[in-house]
T-cell receptor, first 115, second 112 residues
């Protein structure tokens, strides 16, 4: 079975300070991991993905995430938050289980950026 | 441009009606998914399909069924709509487990 847990439903940061959005996963097979962002009333946009290459993955808009197998984590970070980063962020795990491919979302973290 | 198209942006249906949500992708993807999105619950997987005529239950299949007669089309069926099925429904497709998903624009379904 596979699952993903986003540890914080809401995160608030001040503009210019670092962002950390936490994600833990469970998977019986080698997983692929993704982060998506959804701005209010908009569609889902891919930020970055991990697919068993480099463990530190760089994405768009200055975001990056590190795959840590020993901790089963894939936390999303950004050195300096911008007002435009305010959105909901989803961590996703995907793996081949019994020959089929599930694509499982976490419950989301809403990021608030304070001026 | 890759495209996943859902047949309706907004739907209003009555309790007990049979409801069809259609999704078409033009990327020759093997895998297609139906989710519902509710505030605070993220996207929950209803059903997915990894090939024509093949389907698997997701985490919340109760009250839903699906059909995939052609590779490009994946339909979600609400057998007898209920008010607790009022939600945003999202269709997605991927080529494989390591590939990003492409999403439809969503269908906001209201059951009254």
């Amino acid at each position: 079975a596979q699952s993903v847990t986003q540890l914080d439903s809401h995160v608030s940061v001040s503009e210019g300070t670092p962002v950390l959005l936490r994600c833990n996963y469970s998977s019986s097979y080698s997983p692929s991991l993704f982060w998506y962002v959804q701005h209010p009333n908009k569609g889902l946009q891919l930020l970055l993905k991990y697919t068993s290459a480099a463990t530190l993955v760089k994405g768009i808009n200055g975001f990056e995430a590190e795959f840590k197998k020993s901790e089963t984590s894939f936390h999303l970070t950004k050195p300096s938050a911008h007002m435009s980063d305010a959105a909901e962020y989803f961590c996703v795990v995907s793996s081949a289980a019994s020959g089929t491919y599930k694509y499982i979302f976490g419950t989301g973290t809403r990021l608030k950026v304070l001026a | 441009d890759v495209k996943v198209t859902q047949s309706s942006r907004y739907l209003v249906k009555r309790t007990g009606e049979k409801v069809f949500l259609e999704c078409v992708q033009d990327m020759d993807h093997e895998n297609m998914f139906w989710y519902r999105q509710d505030p605070g619950l993220g996207l929950r997987l209803i059903y997915f399909s990894y090939d024509v005529k093949m389907k698997e239950k997701g985490d919340i299949p109760e009250g839903y069924s699906v059909s995939r007669e052609k590779k490009e089309r994946f339909s979600l069926i609400l057998e007898s709509a209920s008010t607790n099925q009022t939600s945003m429904y999202l269709c997605a497709s991927t080529m494989g487990t390591s590939q990003r998903a492409f999403f439809g624009q969503g269908t906001r379904l209201t059951v009254v």
